[in-house]
């Protein structure tokens, strides 16, 4: 079964569980007449792609992809040694790739699943949308519209405005490009007159200003993250050395390297996370403030908005992609392990204490390392993540909201929707949790959401602080056991990312976790629950499910290793997931009721599954961190 964007309601979302079986149908595939067969051939050469080889002189470049697939961050290198990150992205339509033959031929559905910009670069697509944007390029340079794309980066054109493909073909010639300029998002920017008062901070307390247009962009890191230069910058504060020029990466000017900050899309968190970050006590494991306020001046209102921020750049690199390297080449030291897994957790007790916020973004993605190799942690959007890291209690309330959620009617065909009375019955339980959830899921503004609010995730804001507490020591619990064990992430070929360093262990099997701090992250995990990625698996870009092996005792082996007999098939797939989906959000009804009963009773003390605090959690990690050190000395 492939891995598209209807995989997230059918199989990978807990709506799932309440959409209708298709019967399938029992009379086999029409026979294709030869006439037709050689109209979709391969042989045709109106069905063959021209070319999908690098272009010598490329004028664009890609530096990732996000979206499922449908969103290319590209980098206009024809502009020269100056390019300002207006984030000018490239946009798939779903139905774009509808031809399965395309999609195989430009690795459409690999792109659901690859992020980083190294393996973006080889897929198909990417070369595919290069040689179309040249094309495009060279055309409109043309004639009457040389000018057009000076003015595209001149700022006539809204921040995060979009390079639209309406359709793909094998023929670039033949793809529909137009321009979609983004008034909306402009309209959800806070204005710079106003922001002190949104974020409820004084606004001399904010910090310095600089213009979208004073910044270069070195390259796209993430759909949120850049890694830019800015203009005459004589700052020395910390800054790591640029030598490669933006446009084309021949050697250059030295130039101190920053990391900009801003979306183009759910400009709400944006601001979340800076209200976060300039209220955050400083800490030596914590990202810290921001230096500068980025803004732009908008053509509609005429407001010179903020559309993101400027904080330091730190070159270590990322635990995600650190700890694999580090056990591939058996080179893990436990001394740095423990370092990090102290760090991590004096910076979880500080964002919890200091900071008197929840943290729901725990995951390797956000855990860099600086240049002296010391935790960083950044991301502090609270947007939260996917059941993989999740502590089963918050994976049952965000469960119940995705059920609840008009937004997941949109966009649905062929009946497969979620009943209205499913719907009605899962908002009336979030409503018992949380009342105003719902002015909380459909607000896009930041300046508009519901009074007492100063961020958006439901599940988390359902938590009391003892409750958001727990959660985070399960999330530490995850992250201890990736440290130690040399992985990229607790699950194999987890469904929405894929890494260049899969896992090749499932959670909790342990095979290095030193002896002394195994029932520690046991006892960090206590509530776990079994995973759909021990039934349904990713391969490749495919869904498959899993056969697992057995021992001579007749029990499943811990570490999940599955034999070659994997059924692709979809009905099967689908069943299994539905299947699983009804007993998980069984599960997560029954848990919110208990805690609902409980709490009238006043018998629920917030931590239900007895883990240890953030502050025993670092206790125990010094504590082995002495003995075990001692006998290495």
């Known amino acids: 079964?492939?891995?598209?964007?209807?995989?997230?309601?059918?199989?990978?979302?807990?709506?799932?569980?309440?959409?209708?079986?298709?019967?399938?149908?029992?009379?086999?595939?029409?026979?294709?007449?030869?006439?037709?067969?050689?109209?979709?051939?391969?042989?045709?050469?109106?069905?063959?792609?021209?070319?999908?080889?690098?272009?010598?002189?490329?004028?664009?470049?890609?530096?990732?992809?996000?979206?499922?697939?449908?969103?290319?961050?590209?980098?206009?290198?024809?502009?020269?040694?100056?390019?300002?990150?207006?984030?000018?992205?490239?946009?798939?339509?779903?139905?774009?790739?509808?031809?399965?033959?395309?999609?195989?031929?430009?690795?459409?559905?690999?792109?659901?699943?690859?992020?980083?910009?190294?393996?973006?670069?080889?897929?198909?697509?990417?070369?595919?949308?290069?040689?179309?944007?040249?094309?495009?390029t060279?055309?409109?340079?043309?004639?009457?519209?040389?000018?057009?794309?000076?003015?595209?980066?001149?700022?006539?054109?809204?921040?995060?405005?979009?390079?639209?493909?309406?359709?793909?073909?094998?023929?670039?010639?033949?793809?529909?490009?137009?321009?979609?300029?983004?008034?909306?998002?402009?309209?959800?920017?806070?204005?710079?007159?106003?922001?002190?008062?949104?974020?409820?901070?004084?606004?001399?307390?904010?910090?310095?200003?600089?213009?979208?247009?004073?910044?270069?962009?070195?390259?796209?890191?993430?759909?949120?993250?850049?890694?830019?230069?800015?203009?005459?910058?004589?700052?020395?504060?910390?800054?790591?050395?640029?030598?490669?020029?933006?446009?084309?990466?021949?050697?250059?000017?030295?130039?101190?390297?920053?990391?900009?900050?801003?979306?183009?899309?759910?400009?709400?968190?944006l601001y979340t996370e800076l209200h976060n970050l300039l209220q955050m006590p400083p800490h030596p494991h914590v990202?810290?403030?921001?230096?500068?306020?980025?803004?732009?001046?908008?053509?509609?209102?005429?407001?010179?908005?903020?559309v993101g921020f400027i904080i330091p750049y730190h070159p270590g690199g990322g635990l995600r992609d650190t700890l694999p390297l580090l056990r591939i080449h058996?080179?893990?030291?436990?001394?740095?392990?423990?370092?990090w897994a102290i760090q991590l957790a004096q910076g979880l007790l500080h964002i919890h204490d200091k900071g008197q916020m929840y943290y729901p973004d725990l995951r390797l993605d956000n855990i860099l390392l600086s240049e002296a190799g010391d935790i960083v942690m950044v991301d502090f959007e609270q947007r939260g993540l996917w059941c993989e890291f999740g502590a089963p209690e918050v994976n049952a309330l965000e469960?119940?909201?995705?059920?609840?959620?008009?937004?997941?009617?949109?966009?649905?065909?062929?009946?497969?929707?979620?009943?209205?009375?499913?719907?009605?019955?899962?908002?009336?339980?979030?409503?018992?949790?949380?009342?105003?959830?719902?002015?909380?899921?459909?607000?896009?503004?930041y300046s508009q959401r519901p009074e007492g609010?100063?961020?958006?995730?439901?599940?988390?804001?359902?938590?009391?602080?003892?409750?958001?507490?727990?959660?985070?020591?399960?999330?530490?619990?995850k992250l201890l056991w990736c440290i130690f064990e040399g992985q990229s992430g607790p699950d194999k070929a987890a469904f929405w990312q894929s890494y260049a360093r899969e896992p090749d262990l499932q959670f909790p099997a342990m095979r290095q976790t030193p002896a002394g701090l195994r029932d520690l992250v046991d006892q960090c995990t206590r509530g776990r629950r079994g995973i759909l990625s021990s039934l349904i698996k990713r391969r490749g870009s495919e869904l498959v499910l899993v056969r697992e092996k057995d021992t001579r005792q007749g029990s499943c082996l811990l570490d999940g290793t599955v034999t070659d007999e994997e059924d692709e098939d979809e009905e099967k797939i689908l069943q299994v997931a539905k299947n699983w989906w009804i007993t998980e959000v069984k599960a997560a009804e029954d848990f919110l009721q208990i805690r609902h009963e409980m709490k009238e009773r006043g018998e629920w003390n917030g931590n239900y599954f007895d883990r240890p605090s953030l502050k025993e959690v670092i206790n125990r990690l010094k504590d082995f961190q002495k003995r075990s050190l001692q006998f290495v000395e």
């Open 330 to 339: 058996g080179q893990p030291a436990l001394r740095d392990q423990l370092k």
């Open 453 to 477: 609010h100063t961020s958006f995730n439901i599940a988390w804001l359902c938590l009391s602080k003892v409750e958001q507490e727990a959660a985070v020591v399960y999330m530490l619990g």
């Open 138 to 269: 060279q055309s409109s340079q043309q004639g009457d519209n040389k000018h057009s794309f000076a003015e595209m980066y001149s700022g006539t054109l809204p921040f995060g405005s979009r390079i639209i493909f309406e359709n793909l073909e094998f023929d670039i010639r033949n793809i529909k490009i137009t321009i979609a300029q983004t008034f909306h998002l402009e309209g959800q920017l806070l204005g710079l007159s106003k922001l002190g008062a949104q974020l409820g901070l004084p606004q001399d307390n904010l910090p310095g200003l600089i213009d979208i247009f004073k910044l270069n962009i070195v390259r796209q890191l993430t759909e949120s993250v850049g890694l830019v230069c800015i203009e005459d910058d004589d700052s020395v504060n910390g800054m790591a050395m640029a030598t490669d020029n933006a446009a084309n990466g021949t050697r250059a000017e030295k130039k101190k390297l920053w990391i900009l900050k801003a979306l183009t899309s759910g400009t709400k968190y």
């Open 399 to 445: 469960y119940v909201r995705i059920l609840a959620s008009d937004s997941l009617l949109e966009d649905n065909d062929l009946g497969l929707c979620i009943p209205e009375d499913i719907i009605a019955r899962y908002a009336a339980l979030l409503t018992r949790e949380l009342p105003d959830w719902e002015a909380l899921e459909t607000c896009e503004n």
């Open 287 to 306: 990202i810290s403030r921001p230096v500068r306020l980025v803004t732009k001046q908008c053509q509609f209102g005429g407001k010179n908005a903020v």
């Open 1 to 136: 079964m492939k891995l598209t964007s209807a995989s997230v309601r059918n199989v990978i979302h807990p709506t799932a569980a309440f959409i209708p079986s298709v019967p399938k149908s029992s009379s086999p595939p029409p026979t294709e007449p030869e006439s037709q067969s050689w109209l979709h051939s391969q042989l045709n050469p109106k069905n063959r792609i021209d070319s999908l080889e690098l272009l010598e002189t490329p004028l664009w470049r890609i530096d990732g992809c996000t979206g499922q697939g449908t969103q290319f961050c590209a980098l206009p290198l024809f502009l020269g040694d100056h390019i300002p990150p207006l984030r000018f992205d490239v946009f798939l339509p779903q139905e774009a790739g509808s031809c399965q033959r395309l999609r195989d031929l430009l690795d459409l559905d690999a792109a659901f699943h690859t992020k980083d910009t190294v393996r973006v670069q080889r897929l198909g697509i990417t070369r595919h949308i290069l040689r179309t944007l040249q094309a495009w």
